[in-house]
């Protein structure tokens, strides 16, 4: 994360376009960066939900089984 600290009005500070340049890139990083954890968080909650989602399916048919008397052996 980058930033610039304020200085009091009057004191004038120079910023070169090197700088600008930088400062530009690292805001372009750090957009890029919370860009994949937030997908790479997404993709992490749909597997852990189709995870669940198959343990509650599996565990119906069981139950079902179970209800018929088809217990496993």
């Keep these: ?3 610039i600290t304020a200085f009091p009005p009057a004191s004038r ?3 070169t376009r090197f700088e600008r340049l930088l400062l ?3 805001a372009g990083l750090d957009a890029f ?3 994949r954890l937030e997908k790479r968080a997404q993709v992490a909650s749909r597997a852990a939900a ?4 198959r343990y509650a399916d599996a565990r119906r048919a ?3 089984r179970g209800a018929a008397g088809l217990l496993p052996r």
């Design 1 to 3: 994360m980058s930033t």
């Design 13 to 15: 500070v120079r910023v």
């Design 24 to 26: 530009t890139a690292a």
């Design 33 to 35: 960066v919370a860009a």
């Design 50 to 53: 189709a995870s669940q989602e």
């Design 62 to 64: 069981a139950q079902a």
